[in-house]
């Protein structure tokens, strides 16, 4: 089977994509990625063939940041790097609208690596369940008004769509096992203790437990960070900073909880802009690829709560503390804080942040959530790979649609979509002919 990943290029999607796709490479299947050129260096370590977007009119698409406005970019990248390619079936990120738009021109089946936690509204249960920052059911509509939007840009709209439902209005009125946003699978990486007590999932969602892949660390760059710890001395706080949704900057909060305290805090700045630590804080600023070496050096984690730091802590067995803000975050901080594996940060500095994180360092019970939802997380890990790629190989052989190579007219590029997905040459030109993609 030829297998494209396309997933976001941002790590906290990429990386979990690529343990996939390793594990298929195995079973013998041709496994190549599309992303953005910066993704490069990490499927050349995984060993797998890359494709950058650019290559093929994906400029700025492919992005976590930018998810929502550049779907059609997405598309049309996907499109003519799977046309050139040939795929049989595509694995894409959630929240990757374009990609599982280019299934549908393609014709071929589309499997999601999704977060930690289920976004979307449950199939059944869930009553009671807090709404933290807004309703599923908002959520939910919210992403499918995307989806439904690029989908109008792709020229879609017009044609009978491979799913069930496929607008807004009829995916909600259908429920969560019509929406177009599972894809024909969708694979959450986190435990069935982190979904809310009682609620079912829909039945094309499937849990696969962590799916751990990460570059390796830089000796060198791990010797300095391990200098500059030991210079401090203080006992290590590892702080993962997601994005802020408009909720403010966090560093007069950092600044005050690591200045003149117990503990000295490493900040993994990650797509953040403007960092600000105060020039006499216990501070060490960094930016890398991998944060396990990081996490094995601290005994609590603070996140606002997105999938990869939370899964990297309890892996390790660490406690938590949480200020969750959008996206996922409240979702995600909601069932840690049910488990008892983290504690509620504020965003504001009061009350006292330094002594809400010695409290939390020196919480026995805390400390023992946190292992016990771990090592659940852990057995799930051993197997993660192996589970997802059988759910992609069972994908592919469910699937009543015949291979894209006899469904497809490969001489196109893409534009607007006519009848079986063919299309017409964007810009006068027959074939996209692309050394970036050679995947035998």
């Known amino acids: 089977m030829n297998i494209l990943l396309c997933p976001l290029s941002d790590g906290g999607y990429l990386y979990p994509t690529l343990a996939v796709g390793r594990e298929l490479r195995c079973r013998g299947h041709r496994v190549s990625v599309l992303g953005r050129a910066t993704a490069a260096p990490f499927a050349g370590e995984a060993g797998l063939p890359f494709a950058a977007a650019e290559e093929f009119g994906g400029e700025r698409a492919f992005s976590a940041a930018r998810w929502g406005a550049t779907g059609l970019a997405q598309y049309r990248a996907t499109v003519r790097a799977a046309r050139q390619a040939r795929v049989d079936l595509l694995v894409t990120s959630v929240l990757c609208n374009g990609a599982l738009l280019a299934a549908e021109t393609l014709d071929v ?4 690596i999704g977060l930690s936690i289920h976004l979307w509204t449950y199939r059944s249960g869930g009553e009671g369940e807090p709404q933290y920052g807004r309703s599923r059911e908002n959520r939910t509509l919210e992403t499918l008004a995307l989806y439904d939007a690029t989908r109008e840009e792709a020229g879609l709209s017009a044609r009978p769509s491979r799913w069930p439902r496929a607008t807004v209005a009829a995916a909600t009125a259908g429920g969560p096992d019509d929406s177009p946003l599972l894809g024909d ?7 069935p203790e982190l979904e809310y007590p009682g609620a079912e999932l829909p039945p094309r969602v499937h849990q696969v437990g962590p799916l751990s892949w990460e570059p ?9 960070v391990d200098a500059a710890l030991a210079r401090n001395g203080k006992p290590v706080v590892y702080v993962h900073l997601g994005r802020f949704f408009g909720g403010g900057t966090p560093w007069p909060r950092l600044n005050a909880t690591f200045t003149g305290g117990r503990y ?3 900040v993994e700045q990650g797509r953040t802009a403007g960092p600000s630590p105060a020039p006499d804080a216990d501070i060490l600023l960094v930016r890398k690829p991998w944060l396990g070496p990081l996490v094995d050096r601290a005994g609590l984690v603070l996140t606002a709560g997105t999938s990869a ?3 990297g802590a309890l892996l390790r067995g660490r406690p938590l503390g ?5 996206s996922e975050q409240p979702v995600l901080a909601g069932a840690l ?3 008892g594996a983290a504690v509620h940060l504020p965003r504001t500095g009061e009350p006292d ?4 994180v010695d409290a939390a360092w020196r919480d026995g019970r805390l400390r023992s959530h946190a292992q016990r939802l771990g090592r659940r997380l852990a057995d799930a890990a051993a197997n993660g790979p192996r589970r997802a790629a059988d759910l992609v190989e069972q994908t592919a052989r469910t699937s009543d649609r015949q291979p894209a190579t006899s469904r497809e007219n490969h001489g196109y590029s893409i534009s607007r979509p006519g009848p079986r997905g063919r299309g017409e040459p964007l810009g006068g030109r027959a074939t996209v002919d692309r050394s970036a993609l050679r995947l035998s």
Do not use: C, H, I, K
């Open 353 to 356: 942040q330094a002594g809400l």
């Open 264 to 266: 000295q805090a490493v």
């Open 109 to 112: 089946p589309v499997v999601v």
């Open 322 to 326: 949480v200020t969750p803000n959008g």
């Open 309 to 311: 730091p939370v899964l």
């Open 185 to 191: 699978a969708l694979l959450l990486r986190g435990d």
């Open 216 to 224: 390796s660390a830089d000796p060198g760059e791990l010797a300095a």
């Open 337 to 339: 804080l049910r488990a």
